[in-house]
């Protein structure tokens, strides 16, 4: 079936360094993508969201890429920070039938050493 | 930062009690949703709602049950609580015109 994955369950880091943050997506007919950012005993967070029509998109610190070759989306934070450490989520927007939901991956850990 | 809110934030209960998750946003957004979440793994649709009286079941089969009464109130229902539903509850909403799902901060439940 249709499915979103991460390929690296953790990623540790040195803080100060780049992180890239990695996800394989199924369904070619997706049309949006999000990252979501989820900290320990909170909700995710928005950080950033891409089109199917674009291939990069820039926010403070963090820019996604999109590869719709190989059906591949990456997240990667510049200069990271002790308080990049949580749970990323990757999630692609389908609209079967005209009604839109978002499919979740299963989350990449990013650990952050100082 | 969304303003959405979800209560109780931890609930400890017995198997076969009736628990209401509470839900609310202030945004106005007409399509609010309910995901299921194990701990660290992916969230799971459970159900969605595009407004006012509208309910739909979704991805992952469950138990509970949720009604639509007030554009800003999402709540959700197990009439008989089981250890199988042990896991944590996310509580979303969207605007409109945009794809951005904002979500609450989770109601983390037990039942023993």
């Known amino acids: 079936g249709e499915s979103v994955g991460l390929h690296l369950p953790t990623l540790s880091v040195q803080e100060g360094d780049n992180s890239i943050i990695n996800c394989a997506y199924s369904n070619s007919a997706s049309d949006y993508f999000i990252w979501y950012k989820q900290e320990s005993g909170k909700g995710p967070q928005f950080i950033i969201d891409i089109r199917s029509n674009m291939d990069k998109r820039q926010g403070q610190r963090v820019t996604v890429l999109l590869n719709k070759t190989v059906k591949h989306l990456s997240l990667q934070i510049a200069a990271t920070q002790p308080g990049d450490s949580a749970v990323y989520f990757c999630?692609?927007?389908?609209?079967?039938?005209?009604?839109?939901?978002?499919?979740f991956g299963a989350g990449t850990r990013l650990a952050v050493h100082p | 930062e969304a303003d959405i809110y979800q209560t109780p934030r931890y609930l400890v209960i017995g198997t076969g009690k009736k628990i209401t998750l509470e839900c609310s946003q202030t945004m106005g957004h007409d399509k609010m949703y309910w995901y299921q979440q194990d701990p660290g793994m992916e969230l799971h649709l459970i159900h969605y709602s595009y407004g006012v009286n509208s309910t739909e079941k979704g991805d992952l089969s469950s138990e509970s049950t949720v009604s639509r009464i007030r554009t800003e109130h999402f709540p959700l229902t197990l009439e008989s609580a089981r250890p199988s539903h042990t896991s944590q509850y996310l509580c979303?909403?969207?605007?409109?015109?945009?794809?951005?799902?904002?979500f609450g901060a989770g109601t983390r439940l037990s039942v023993l």
């Open positions: 999630a692609e927007n389908m609209a079967p039938g005209g009604y839109n939901k978002l499919i």
């Open positions: 979303a909403s969207r605007e409109a015109a945009k794809n951005i799902q904002y």
